[in-house]
């Protein structure tokens, strides 16, 4: 079964710290992993996407990091900021999927702090 | 920022009622979906299109129906409203990047309350 799942389930940090969440996947056969944030009452807005061939792909203060051999990924969040605040969703897609359909973790939820 | 838009944003409607939720893109894109989302969980693909006059339902079974005349319209239609239907919907479009790459641009949701 395909699935998609992310750890903590939330997390609490002060302004200006850095923090890492974490996303584990069994989506196979796997084309791109992606990660989105979404502000509560709001659609999720995509951060990176990364494919196969990729292990590291930055968007300012984020920075992504896949390992598909062991089929997990990171999103590093650095000097963190109030806005920073919102659930963050991995997001993987599997590979020929002409629909583009994706599979959704439950989201961390991370509240920064001043 | 992604053009894709929702309306209403808010609806708080008795049960036994039509409702009709909106979504509109004007990207072009082929592809539209609707996905459902419960507080706290992952969002749940209930319809997609490939184009006009194509629809298909998604992975999570749901009592609406959709339509795709136009290119940039796919709304969504619930026939009798009730309160298991109370939720958030989420409509999104996508472009291809790459042969088997589409990058999601999602609307900002219907937050739907059944009395």
């Known amino acids: 079964k395909n699935q998609v799942e992310q750890s903590p389930q939330s997390l609490i940090i002060l302004e200006g710290k850095n923090c890492t969440l974490q996303?584990?996947?069994?989506?196979?056969?796997?084309?791109?992993l992606r990660w989105y944030k979404q502000d509560t009452g709001r659609g999720p807005v995509s951060l990176t996407i990364?494919?196969?061939?990729?292990n590291t792909k930055s968007n300012g203060r984020y920075t992504a990091t896949l390992d598909a051999d062991t089929k997990q990924s990171s999103l590093h969040i650095t000097a963190s900021q109030l806005s920073d605040s919102a659930s963050y969703i991995c997001?993987?897609?599997?590979?020929?999927?002409?629909?583009?359909?994706?599979?959704f973790g439950r989201g961390t939820q991370l509240t920064v702090w001043p | 920022e992604a053009d894709i838009y929702q309306t209403p944003r808010y609806l708080v409607i008795g049960t036994g009622k039509k409702i009709t939720l909106e979504c509109s893109q004007t990207?072009?894109?082929?592809?539209m979906y609707w996905y459902q989302q419960d507080p706290g969980m992952e969002l749940h693909l209930i319809h997609y299109?490939?184009?006009?006059?194509?629809?298909e339902k998604g992975d999570l079974s749901s009592e609406s129906t959709v339509s795709r005349i136009r290119t940039e319209h796919f709304p969504l239609t619930l026939e009798s409203a009730r309160p298991s239907h109370t939720s958030q919907y989420l409509c999104?479009?996508?472009?291809?990047?790459?042969?088997?790459?589409?990058?999601?641009?999602f609307g900002p949701g219907t937050r739907l309350t059944v009395t």
């Open positions: 999104a479009s996508s472009l291809a990047m790459l042969p088997g790459l589409y990058e999601q641009y």
């Open positions: 996303c584990n996947y069994t989506v196979s056969p796997f084309s791109n």
């Open positions: 990364m494919t196969f061939s990729e």
């Open positions: 997001v993987v897609s599997d590979r020929g999927s002409t629909l583009g359909r994706l599979y």
């Open positions: 990207m072009g894109h082929d592809k």
């Open positions: 299109s490939y184009g006009v006059n194509s629809t």
